[in-house]
């Protein structure tokens, strides 16, 4: 099986489901997600300021 990234179409499954088990996975893998983007956003601004930097040159 080909893992489905946790954006709505996951989650909505896992609920349709009313399996216990794939709904507290699904929320584990959007917590995950989360947490990642995240790190994404706070390394994305930094980039931002170092690119603005160097286009001040």
């Known amino acids: 099986m080909h893992p489905i ?3 709505g179409v996951a989650i ?3 609920i349709a489901s009313g399996d ?3 709904m507290k996975d699904i929320c584990r893998q959007a917590e995950e997600h ?3 983007a995240e790190d ?3 390394a994305l601004q930094v980039l931002k300021v ?3 930097k ?3 040159r």
């Open 40 to 42: 994404v956003s706070a």
């Open 54 to 56: 160097l286009e001040r």
């Open 34 to 36: 989360l947490n990642k």
């Open 50 to 52: 170092e690119i603005a």
């Open 20 to 22: 216990l088990s794939r």
């Open 5 to 7: 990234p946790p954006y």
């Open 12 to 14: 909505q499954e896992a």
